[in-house]
C-alpha cells in the first residue's frame, strides 16, 4: 500500500520567510506531485518529480529518491501564498495524498 | 484550452435523492480521476476510467456509488440515495497518459441536507 506523510501539518509565518514543507513516501510510488488547494478553492498541480530539482518562479520542488524524500520551499513567501499544500504519491494506480500542510503567511 | 470543467461547483441535496457529478476532461486526455475530500481530511482516490473502461474503482463504495466515462461527453459520477455523509468536495482531474500530468477541476460541493 502506498503511504505519503506529510510535516508540518500547520504552519504560520511572517512574510517574507522561507517556508519547507517536507514529504516521506513509501515504495511503489514513481513519481511525487505537490499540490496547492485554496480555501473554497479548487485544486492546482505545481510540480511533479521523479527526480532531483524544479523551480517555478518563488516554488522550489525537490526530491531524494534514495531518501524517499520531498520537499517545497517557498522564497520570500507572501500571504498570497497561504492555501493547503497537498504531497500526492503518484503510482501505478494512481495518486495517494498526504494529509496537506495549512500554510499561513502573516503581513 | 479550457482545462477540467466540472459542474456544477455546489449541488444541494436531499437525503434519498440522487446526486449526479459531470467531469469533462481537458482535450486530448482520455484519462479521468475521480477523489473525494471529506470535511476535515485529505483527498481519497475513488476510480479512474479511460474512455468506455473503468480501470479502478477500489476506492468507490461498493454500494450506491458509480462512475463512468461514455465514448462522447463527460464523464459522470453517480450518488444514489444520498446520505449526510456523502457530504464531500469530489475532485476530477484528468491526464493524457496514465498516472501522467494530472490536471484538476475546480471541484463539486456536495451538501446533503
Known amino acids: 500500500k502506498n503511504e505519503v506523510e506529510q510535516s508540518p501539518q500547520n504552519l504560520t509565518a511572517q512574510e517574507g520567510e522561507f517556508i519547507t514543507i517536507n514529504c516521506s513516501y513509501s515504495v511503489g510510488i514513481s513519481a511525487l506531485h505537490w499540490l496547492q488547494q485554496h480555501p473554497g478553492g479548487g485544486i492546482v498541480s505545481l510540480f511533479m518529480?521523479?527526480?532531483g530539482k524544479k523551480k517555478h518562479g518563488r516554488l522550489i520542488a525537490t526530491i531524494n529518491i534514495q531518501e524517499k524524500h520531498s520537499s517545497l520551499h517557498i522564497t520570500a513567501s507572501h500571504p498570497r501564498d497561504s492555501a493547503v499544500y497537498i504531497c500526492?504519491?503518484?503510482?501505478?494506480?494512481?495518486?495517494?495524498f498526504g494529509k496537506g500542510t495549512h500554510l499561513i503567511i502573516q503581513p | 484550452n479550457a482545462g477540467v470543467m466540472q459542474n456544477p461547483r455546489h449541488l444541494v441535496r436531499r437525503r434519498g435523492q440522487e446526486a449526479r457529478l459531470r467531469c469533462s476532461p481537458m482535450k486530448g486526455h482520455s484519462h479521468v480521476y475521480w477523489y473525494r475530500q471529506l470535511p476535515e481530511e485529505g483527498l481519497k482516490f475513488m476510480v479512474y476510467l479511460q474512455k468506455e473502461n473503468i480501470i479502478d474503482e477500489s476506492g468507490m463504495p461498493k454500494e450506491r456509488f458509480s462512475a463512468e466515462f461514455p465514448k462522447e461527453g463527460p464523464s459522470i459520477l453517480r450518488i444514489q440515495q444520498v446520505v449526510r455523509g456523502d457530504s464531500a468536495a469530489y475532485f476530477c482531474?484528468?491526464?493524457?497518459?496514465?498516472?501522467?500530468?494530472?490536471?484538476f477541476g475546480s471541484g463539486t460541493r456536495l451538501t446533503v441536507v
Open positions: 518529480l521523479s527526480s
Open positions: 482531474a484528468s491526464s493524457p497518459r496514465q498516472a501522467e500530468g494530472y490536471t
Open positions: 500526492a504519491g503518484g503510482g501505478a494506480d494512481g495518486l495517494t
